[in-house]
Structures are given as C-alpha cells and as structure tokens.
C-alpha cells in the first residue's frame, strides 16, 4: 500500500500546526512574496516529509526534497538550489526545497552556509558568488540540540511535532484503509494504533505486513 498524498488541512494530528501556518499563508497569497523559511523539530516519522509535501501542495511549490548528510561541500548545496530553483522556474512555480535530518551535515560550515541562500538568494563558492530565484527551505530535524543556534535562528517559522495519541494514529490508519477501498475491522485498527507507540510510519509499515 503506498503513501496516501494529503492536503495540508486533511493531516491528522495537526490541526495546531495548520492554525500556525495558517496567517504565513495567506499573508503571502496577498503579497505575493516567497514563504518564509520552516524549521520543523520531532521524533522520526511523525510526518515532517508530509508536511512538507503538503504545504508545498497547498502553495503551488515544487517540492524536492534531500538528506542534509548527503552534501559534502558548499558547492554541491548550491548546484543543488539552482539545479531545482531551476526546474521550479521551468513549470512557473517557486521552489520549496526539504532538507531531511539538517543537523547531519557534515560540519557546522555547511550549515552556515546556507544563511545567505535562505534571505538573499545567493552563496558565494570557491568558484564565486551564485545567485538564484526566491525559494523556501523547510529543514526538518530529529535532534534540535545539534543546530547551530544562529543557523535555528534563521528560520522565520518554528514547528514541533510530537508522537500522535492512540485516537489520532487510529484514524490515520483508518484514513489510508478508507482510500483504498479496504475493508477493516475497528477493533484490530485500535490495538494496530495503540501498538505502534505513536508513530505514523511505523503504523503504516505495519499495516502494509499486515495486508501483504
């Protein structure tokens, strides 16, 4: 059973989240400028990727998405946003650009590096400055205490998901059985929830044993 796509105010569990971003969001659709930068801190697998998926959605953003560990160097992290700034260029949209697990960068100067890129669209290599379109960088992250402060303090918009409650988990389940035009019984769906320690994608991993 694959990923159910979600709308940004169809996420369980987030409904506070969705009140947060709710003011970023139609302040931009009004001005028309770029959404702010998003640092999204909580356990693995509680729904930062969809999250960010999801707001991309609800933008109009193409969505591309990395792991932090796998930049070696600066200008790896800039051919990286103009390659994808690029192809966002090319379909008339903005980029959102995830970056899973930030605080896995090789080193705090990777980091830094993108303070420039996230406020004035441009970083300077060992090959000279390059510049590119307005974008949104979402970095997520499971150990917050890893960040450089200054580079925590470059994001405009700070969330925290948590583990989701036995009620939430139970109706994601249901949520993706229902989608899928799979029958289920109530009480096996609330022990599978109960069981899975409130963490979504263990659940659906679960889930598809179950139905495999």
């Not at 709308?7 to 659709?29: C, H, V």
């Not at 989701?164 to 993706?176: F, K, P, T, V």
């Not at 059985?177 to 109960?194: C, D, E, F, G, S």
Request: charged share 25%; glycine share 4%.
């Amino acid at each position: 059973m694959g990923e159910i796509k979600l709308k940004l105010n169809e996420l369980i569990g987030m409904d506070n989240i969705y009140k947060q971003l709710q003011y970023a969001i139609k302040s931009r659709e009004i001005t028309q400028k770029i959404f702010p930068s998003l640092l999204v801190d909580g356990p693995s697998g509680t729904g930062k990727t969809q999250l960010a998926e999801s707001l991309a959605d609800k933008l109009n953003y193409y969505f591309a998405d990395y792991e932090a560990a796998s930049f070696n160097n600066r200008e790896q992290i800039a051919q990286t946003i103009k390659t994808e700034t690029n192809k966002a260029t090319s379909k008339g949209q903005k980029l959102l650009l995830f970056l899973d697990e930030v605080h896995g960068f090789k080193s705090r100067s990777l980091q830094e590096s993108l303070y420039y890129p996230m406020t004035d669209w441009r970083i300077t290599t060992s090959t000279g400055e390059i510049k590119f379109p307005p974008f949104t960088l979402v970095a997520a992250t499971t150990m917050r205490h890893k960040l450089n402060p200054a580079f925590r303090n470059r994001f405009d918009i700070k969330l925290e998901l948590s583990r989701y409650s036995a009620r939430d988990m139970a109706r994601i389940l249901i949520l993706h059985l229902w989608k899928q035009n799979i029958l289920y019984n109530m009480r096996a769906v609330a022990i599978l929830a109960h069981h899975c320690l409130g963490i979504p994608r263990d659940g659906i991993k679960y889930l598809n044993s179950c139905l495999d």
